[in-house]
């Protein structure tokens, strides 16, 4: 197993229900701002941290009622996360939105990778009737303009243990073909620093992506001529060449761990410059030391780290819910093979 060491006594952990969410909030807008370095930096990152591990028990909730809606299905992949404070911090800086640490609602998120999109709608619907569920959005309806599809719900519930109420934990019902897009999409992202996630991006990158999704849910009012345009793109973009480069390039080291099960929290650790991922488990009794290391490795990270901490129920579920840190598209990849030849 690959071995961290957690650095003793975090300042935060005598400090459980003394943080107020005032102090929190000023962290996050403090960070997004670039305003902190040194030690004060790093206090704001434990706070940030401190903040995350306290979705744990509202994660827990939800991941409990999505496995009584799921029961044993097979066909159905229940995963979830903390989110990763980088990806925390670019948020709070997005244009034309106004977070605050307080009220991003995906801190902590479930992700339920289901066969086809009445699968989606059906799973969806199912949640939407539990107490636990406060909001719905539905991008299977109104994709975005990036051609995201999926339905996103957002359940509630409180963290006695650390003294707060109300916390939101994101639910993201996708098919396996949404997910295999919004997957190459992260991935091109990472290698062009496109951004195309954000609606960020070239006309022709954005087009690209949305075709693509259009015609992987059979959107499109013509279909050759669509097929059409998106080999006319990829001629100039050479985006199927760049995938099939990048595809699988990642080496990965599970160093003894023949397989894990959903109450082992999974912290995976990509070094994108040396092309590795190293994996440690740590079981349900340690979780908070798992959140406590990702807080400290991400402090120290450097542009080529990259840090998750996440659940499944097995090592190919984990591989197949994130695939992005695999380099793995191989999905995708056929499929636009299949597509435009």
């Not at 005032?22 to 960070?31: P, S, Y």
């Not at 120290?300 to 129920?313: G, I, N, P």
Request: hydrophobic share 40%.
């Amino acid at each position: 197993m690959l071995a961290f060491v957690l650095e003793p006594g975090c300042w935060l952990i005598m400090q459980r229900n003394k943080i107020s969410k005032k102090q929190i909030r000023k962290a996050g807008d403090n960070l997004a701002a670039g305003l902190l370095s040194g030690d004060e930096r790093r206090k704001a990152l434990d706070l940030v941290g401190h903040w995350r591990a306290a979705h744990i028990e509202p994660l827990h909730r939800t991941l409990g009622m999505l496995e009584s809606i799921c029961g044993h299905d097979t066909s159905t992949i229940l995963v979830s996360r903390l989110k990763r404070i980088d990806t925390i911090i670019n948020k709070l800086n997005r244009p034309g939105y106004h977070f605050n640490l307080i009220t991003l609602r995906d801190i902590a998120g479930c992700r339920l990778i289901v066969p086809n999109d009445d699968d989606v709608r059906r799973i969806a619907a199912q949640i939407q009737e539990t107490e636990q569920c406060r909001d719905i959005i539905d991008h299977m309806t109104t994709p975005k303009p990036s051609g995201y599809r999926g339905i996103h719900l957002v359940c509630r519930h409180d963290s006695p243990e650390y003294g707060y109420e109300n916390m939101d934990v994101e639910v993201q019902v996708r098919s396996r073909l949404q997910h295999d897009w919004a997957t190459a999409v992260e991935i091109y992202d990472l290698i062009t620093q496109a951004n195309l996630k954000f609606d960020s991006g070239s006309d022709e990158q954005r087009r690209y992506f949305q075709l693509a999704s259009a015609l992987m849910s059979h959107d499109v009012v013509d279909e050759a001529a669509s097929i059409d345009e998106l080999q006319k793109l990829d001629a100039k973009l050479d985006i199927l060449s760049t995938f099939e480069e990048a595809s699988n390039s990642m080496y990965v080291i599970y160093d003894g761990i023949d397989e894990i099960s959903r109450s082992d929290s999974c912290l995976i650790a990509v070094n994108v410059d040396e092309q590795l991922i190293k994996l440690a488990v740590y079981p349900q009794n340690e979780e908070e030391a798992a959140a406590s290391q990702y807080t400290l490795l991400e402090s120290d990270a450097t542009a080529s780290d990259v840090y998750l901490l996440a659940r499944a129920a097995s090592l190919d579920d984990l591989r197949r819910a994130y695939p992005n840190y695999y380099s793995d598209i191989s999905e995708f990849v056929g499929w636009l093979k299949r597509c435009i030849g």
